[in-house]
C-alpha cells in the first residue's frame, strides 16, 4: 500500500476520456503515491475517500457532505479554471486547501473570445448562410448597415487573466476599451490600455460587452434582465466565462425584443442546453459547445498541473494556486516560493 492515497471520482477528467493518470503522475515520481478511482455515488465516494490524503476533483460535485467526510485530507486539487463543483466554503471550514489551474488556458480563451467578438460582429454565420443559400447579393447589403470596428468599445466585466489577454489582442483593432472589476486595483486596468469604469458605464457605453466573471455563488445571475436593458440596441454580448452568471432568461428576452443586437456564446446556464432553448434557434445567436479553453495541448497541460500541485502539497509545500489561501497560514505546509508568485497567498 502506497504512503500516499489520492483518491478520485471514476471516469474521465474533465470532458476528454480516457488515458489514466500518467501525465498527473509524472510529478508523483518518488514519492509513494497512488491515485486510487473511487464510486461517483456519494455514499460510496465518503467511504472510499475518508482516510485519503488528497482529492483529484472532477466528474461529480465535491460537496459539503463529502468534505466533511474527509479525516486527513490536506488538499482538494482540479483540472479546470473554474471552482465550481468544489464547495470552497466547506473546504475553508475544515482547513483544506482547494488549487485549481488558473494559468493554463488564458490564451486559448483569450483567442475564442476575440474570435466570438469578430464573428458576431461581421455577422460570420449570416454570410455562411447567405452564400450557402444562393444568396450572393445580399451580403454585402446586411454589412453596409455596420459600422468599421475601430472605435468601437469594448467593456469587459470582470478584468482577470483572459480578459487582460483580450485585452491585449483588441488593442491593434483601435478598439476603445474599459473594464468593471471591484476586486482589481485601477492602475492595473490601466496599464492594459483599459479605463476602469463602473458597471453601468461598461453595459451603457459598450458596443461588445465581454462576460468573464467566474462562477461563484456571489456572481450567479450577476446580469439580469435590468442590465441587458442598459445596454445598447447594436451591442455584441459575449460570454467565455460561465452560463450561471448571466440569466439567461433576461438575455433570451433582450434578444427577442432587440435591446441587443447579438450574442456569442461559449457557455450556457444549462449545459448542454435543452433542445427547446430558444437560444438553438435565434438567428442573431452565434454558439460554441464550451470549448474556448480546448488546443492541442489541453489535456497534458492540465493533467501536469494537477500532478504538480498534488506533488507540492504531499510534499508539505504550498501549492501554486490556491482559491482558498487563507486556510495556508493554519497548515503544517511551507511557503517555499521564493518570490511572489502574483497569485493569492504569494501575491
Not at 471520482?9 to 480516457?18: D, E, I, K, L, M
Request: hydrophobic fraction near 45%; proline fraction near 6%.
Amino acid at each position: 500500500m502506497a504512503k500516499y492515497r489520492i483518491v478520485t471520482p471514476t471516469g474521465a477528467s474533465f470532458s476528454v476520456a480516457g488515458g489514466g493518470y500518467a501525465l498527473e503522475s509524472e510529478a508523483l515520481e518518488g514519492l509513494d503515491a497512488e491515485i486510487i478511482e473511487a464510486p461517483t455515488d456519494t455514499a460510496g465516494f465518503i467511504a472510499a475517500a475518508r482516510d485519503a490524503d488528497a482529492i483529484y476533483a472532477k466528474g461529480i460535485p465535491i460537496t459539503r457532505e463529502i468534505i466533511d467526510g474527509l479525516e486527513r485530507c490536506k488538499v482538494i486539487t482540479l483540472g479546470s479554471v473554474g471552482v465550481d463543483s468544489v464547495d470552497v466554503k466547506a473546504a475553508t471550514a475544515r482547513g483544506i486547501p482547494v488549487t485549481n489551474i488558473p494559468d493554463t488556458f488564458i490564451e486559448e480563451v483569450a483567442d475564442h473570445a476575440m474570435t466570438l467578438l469578430l464573428a458576431g460582429f461581421r455577422r460570420l454565420l449570416e454570410q455562411d448562410r447567405m452564400v450557402r443559400e444562393g444568396r450572393w447579393k445580399e451580403g454585402r447589403p446586411a454589412l453596409l448597415k455596420i459600422p468599421r470596428l475601430m472605435g468601437q468599445t469594448l467593456g469587459f466585466v470582470s478584468f482577470g487573466r483572459v480578459a487582460r489577454a483580450v485585452a491585449r489582442r483588441a488593442a491593434p483593432f483601435g478598439l476603445r476599451m474599459i473594464a468593471y472589476d471591484p476586486f482589481v486595483e485601477e492602475m492595473l486596468i490601466s496599464e492594459y490600455g483599459v479605463q476602469p469604469a463602473t458597471l453601468t458605464e461598461v453595459l451603457s457605453q459598450s458596443d461588445f460587452v465581454s462576460m468573464h466573471a467566474p462562477a461563484r455563488p456571489e456572481v450567479h445571475h450577476m446580469l439580469k434582465e435590468q442590465h441587458f436593458r442598459q445596454m445598447k440596441p447594436n451591442a455584441i454580448f459575449i460570454n467565455t466565462g460561465r452560463g450561471p452568471t448571466v440569466q439567461e432568461a433576461g438575455l433570451i428576452k433582450a434578444l427577442q425584443e432587440g435591446w441587443i443586437a447579438h450574442a456569442a456564446l461559449d457557455v450556457l446556464e444549462v449545459e448542454p442546453p435543452s433542445p427547446d432553448n430558444p437560444l438553438l434557434r435565434m438567428e442573431n445567436v452565434t454558439l460554441t459547445a464550451h470549448v474556448a479553453s480546448a488546443s492541442a495541448r489541453f489535456d497534458e497541460a492540465r493533467k501536469r498541473r494537477v500532478g504538480h500541485e498534488l506533488a507540492l502539497v504531499l510534499q508539505g509545500k504550498w501549492p501554486m494556486s490556491c482559491v482558498n489561501p487563507a486556510v495556508l497560514q493554519n497548515t503544517a505546509l511551507q511557503r517555499w516560493q521564493p518570490i511572489g508568485m502574483g497569485r493569492g497567498p504569494n501575491s
